[in-house]
RNA sequence: GUCCCGUUCGUCUAGAGGCCUAGGACACCAGCCUUUCACGUUGGUAACACGGGUUCGAAUCCCGUACGGGACGCCA
């Protein structure tokens, strides 16, 4: 049998962090064995949908390697179809017309939970229907077992049983003639073909009732594979008071994708010691068997940690380019050529020290603006009258090199030698004086990546 | 409230009855490296929720309790 998972995201906000995973989860699951991972967009909620989420969210996957083999499906164009299960269930005696109004609806509702018993909404599953009250449209119900009980065999919680005394017969075609999600849901994966779902524990119980459609309709089952959700670090359901928590937010605040989805693999599945795993990696690891089935909490730190180190691996061009896409907006740099050319001629050293694009965007500034700098507080300390002397001093050394790192650093480690300083004590007023902070990369590198008429134009600036 | 599920260091996890004096990673603390800051590196603090069983032996199996989460819509 062919693996064939889906996505089904709703498109009413954007890709959240949680659904990210559960879409990665669905990926790597399909590419391990060999199988199909599909998109379907459960758009039937017209009021809250819209064009723009679904792109975004489309947008977000094509980001995370995430993207679909086929075009995504829209669960909404396939109304009539899902009107003709319900008919055919209606027909076959597994489902009836309701014709409960919602205020009737909402006083049961009421009255059950007062009496702590389930509510049962089945008025209507024996009644005739020639005592239908006239001028009301009646809402379709499954007419779900009474006796026994429904198991959910899940591939992450094991079997998993309720008594179908528990279960509502619950309505698969609203009075208007649209499905419900639960009811569309079953009929699209069994159409589409899907031999694995795996979607968030927030659906475990309403597998139990899907499982009745699949059984009223003689359709063979899918595979479920219900994982736990994400929280937030207090344990709490992850909102908005805990960070970001939707994927297009990770991307502004600096996240990589590579990054992103490393984090994602490692929350809730485990594969003995492993903790950095790309993307082949990761395919070739992925199993259900790995996933806990407990929730686990969105450990923020963790995943700044991860991306510092797809950071110190990533290629420089891409680097210099995300980095001039954040920089583009600052009306107090210079982006011209020769700011670039230094941005990117620096990225080895900067990227080292970086565990975002944020970052990495915040320590490349320096090289895009034009002397006098702006000197923070550690700097300005750093340049004494004697510290601005002994630069003075310093320079005619250093233009007297190729302003290569090598000879810059030889001319440094000499001149330290000749005046019977320690490299540091020249180090920190230069790096004050060429980058305006006391953190930048290896100062002979730096140097070299502004070249030798800036640096010493910024020498200048300070010295007089 | 009813039903379903879960519980190993602060966090993510390894662990399938003896390999566990419970391993790794992040975070934290200390040392080393050093031209600042990072990186790297060495070491350290830190967990089997609790109570009963089963067994020669339990983090691992069973039953309770506590705590946590999810579901109970003509939302998805």
Known sequence: MTVRTRFAPSPTGPLHIGSARTALFNYLFSRHHGGTFLLRIEDTDRARSTNEYTRLILDSLAWLDLSPDEPPLFQSARAARHAEVARQMLEAGHAYRCYCTPEELARMREEALAEKRPARFDVWRDRDPAEAPPGVAPAIRLKAPREGETVVDDLVQGPVRVANAELDDMIILRSDGSPTYLHAVVVDDHDMGITHVIRGTDHLTNTFRQVQIYHAMGWALP??????????????????????????????????????????????????????????????????????????RMDYAKLTHLNGIYLRQADDGRLTEEVLARLAGRSDLVL??????????????LKERAKTLVDLADSAAFLARRPPLPLDAKAAAQLTENARAMLRQLAPALAATDFSAPALDAALRRFAEATGRKLGQIAQPLRAALTGSTVSPGIDATLAALGREESLARLRAVTG
């Open 223 to 296: 595979r479920f594979a219900h994982v736990p959700l994400i929280h937030g670090a207090d344990g709490a359901k992850l909102s908005k008071r805990h960070g970001a928590q939707s994927v297009t937010e990770f991307r502004e605040q600096g996240y990589l994708p590579e990054a992103l989805c490393n984090y994602l693999l490692r929350l809730g599945w485990g594969h003995g010691d492993v903790e950095v795993v790309d993307r082949a990696e990761a395919i070739r690891l992925f199993d259900i068997d790995g996933v806990g089935r407990a929730p686990a």
């Open 336 to 349: 011209d050529e020769a700011a670039m050319r230094r941005i990117r001629a620096l990225m080895p050293g």
